[in-house]
């Protein structure tokens, strides 16, 4: 055997070798080889492209145009209505499109079948813009062949109206200017209410206190605390003995009002206590919350007697019928419902998605009122839930609705920093507002009718409490 000496000699020996062998392989011009044989190359094969297009539909507006419906019965109440934007929708492309929306300004109308290549379809909008903005395809959920074509935008010629339809001239709305401001709060004062032997009134405010004032002086009797937050609702019981409030710490409470003592404190809601009633024959306590949920309590004990969480979305505004069987609120994604204290649904309202921020019965309970965000009112007839008016003057959202003890007015309070009387005459109401109450500098949040239904008191953003006298002559 090889000693260690040896073989490390060895490897000294050889190692220089592969260079070496490198070096003359190169200098020789020659390349290595494996077995004897030079490497090839073998070009790769290129495919020609193609001129295959992939199949696409293709939707794009045709066509737009106005024209007019025909008078229902012949009646023109509402010559706007007659007016109808068509527009015809095509699919100019080579596949079948499947379902898409089609948006003309804030209407939108969805076409779930789709649409084969080649056909249209006509859709019709009651809009009167003379410059509509349309839009094909909203959510984009088509994959087509040309995605620059889907707007369409351009001045169109609005049709004369019939002249038995022209609307007859509107009379200009009185202005009306408050008669007592009342100062004290020192923030937003979302809640107000009237007692019912309207001497007292009552204002809840931003800075977490319940005011309580002497309506004829105008005169601050008593400042109330006990919530933690701000308080968003309040109202007086029947006999006026008891108010009762609710807040954003969630709770409601009952306050002795001769002598602004806590009473009772109502817990259960897992959210904002948006709004409450307290039933006619003042047995109840209904409240609303952003927690999705309707409550009703006995006002008694304070026990909790039913929760109503049927998927529901925000609750805005609650409101007992006038003879205390039903209840009614209104929500944030445009539902207004009706629902008997038995647990019987009634009436599911819904003609827009926009947030339904008020609702109040009629003193009949023959029509219910409901205000929404766009400034809207809408008029339902509770038997069938028929809808009898659309009302349209505000020009920012509704924040409360109130209507006289006799029926004859409806009050409305807006985001704009205004207020609106509007006529009710045999159950007709008027297409604009009789008087509009101006002096509020920022946005209306509450609003109430003395039990006598001779004056109206708002609460604003503004801080304050409004006095406004509804002046006897004059009026209908």
Same mark, same amino acid.
Not at 85 to 101: C, E, K
Not at 278 to 289: L, T, Y
């Given at each position: ?16 070798? $592969? ?149 007859? $001239? ?7 200017? $408050? ?100 039933? $006619? ?6 409240? #609303? ?53 038995? #647990? ?133």
């Amino acid at each position: 055997m090889m000693s260690i000496l040896a073989v490390r000699r060895l490897w000294f020996a050889l190692r220089p070798l $592969p260079v070496a062998m490198l070096v003359f392989s190169l200098l020789a011009g020659c390349s290595w080889q494996v077995n004897g044989r030079q490497p090839t190359f073998t070009p790769i094969a290129l495919n020609p492209p193609t001129n295959t297009v992939t199949a696409l539909p293709d939707l794009l507006v045709e066509d737009v145009y106005y024209d007019l419906a025909a008078p229902v019965n012949g009646a023109c109440d509402s010559p706007e209505d007659l007016i109808r934007l068509h527009v015809i929708v095509a699919n100019r492309g080579d596949l079948a499109a499947g379902p898409f929306t089609v948006q003309a300004d804030a209407a939108f109308q969805s076409v779930p079948s789709g649409l084969e290549a080649g056909e249209q379809i006509h859709l019709t909008f009651a809009i009167d813009n003379s410059l509509p903005q349309i839009r094909v395809d909203v959510a984009s959920s088509v994959n087509e062949s040309d995605e620059t074509n889907n707007r369409f935008s351009r001045l169109l010629e609005l049709p004369a109206l019939p002249p038995d339809c022209l609307a007859t $001239p509107t009379p200009q709305a009185l202005s009306l200017q $408050p008669k007592r401001t009342l100062e004290g709060h020192t923030a937003s004062v979302l809640a107000v209410a009237f007692a019912p032997d309207g001497g007292l009134a009552a204002s809840g405010s931003v800075d977490n206190t319940v005011r309580l004032w002497a309506v004829e002086e105008g005169r601050l009797l008593r400042t109330m605390q006990g919530h933690s937050f701000p308080i968003l609702c309040l109202k007086f019981t029947p006999n006026g003995s008891q108010l009762v409030t609710g807040s954003m710490d969630g709770l409601l409470r009952s306050w002795q009002v001769a002598n602004s003592g806590l009473l009772r404190t109502l817990r259960g809601h897992a959210g904002w206590v948006t709004s409450l009633d307290i039933s $006619p024959n003042g047995q109840f306590v209904v409240s #609303g919350s952003d927690d999705f949920t309707v409550r009703i309590w006995r006002l008694s004990n304070a026990a909790l007697m039913q929760t109503i969480d049927e998927g529901m979305t925000e609750i805005n505004s609650v409101v007992f019928s006038s003879d205390s069987s039903r209840i009614a609120w209104a929500e944030a994604n445009g539902m207004v419902r009706v629902r008997t204290l038995a #647990g019987e649904w009634r009436l599911l309202l819904k003609d827009t998605s926009l947030a339904a921020t008020s609702v109040v019965f009629s003193p009949q309970d023959d029509w219910l009122a409901a205000g929404y965000a766009d400034g809207s009112i809408r008029i339902w007839r509770v038997s069938d839930g028929v809808l009898q008016a659309l009302l349209k003057d505000h020009v920012q959202a509704i924040t409360s609705l109130a209507v006289s003890p006799d029926g004859r007015w409806l009050v409305s309070a807006s985001k704009d920093g205004t207020l609106r009387l509007w006529s009710i005459q045999s159950g007709s109401f008027a297409r604009a507002p009789t008087a509009i109450l101006i002096g509020h500098e920022k946005s209306v949040n509450d609003v109430d009718f003395s039990p006598r239904g001779d004056l109206i008191i708002s609460g604003s953003e503004d801080g304050t409490v409004r006095l406004w006298e509804i002046p006897p002559e004059g009026f209908p």
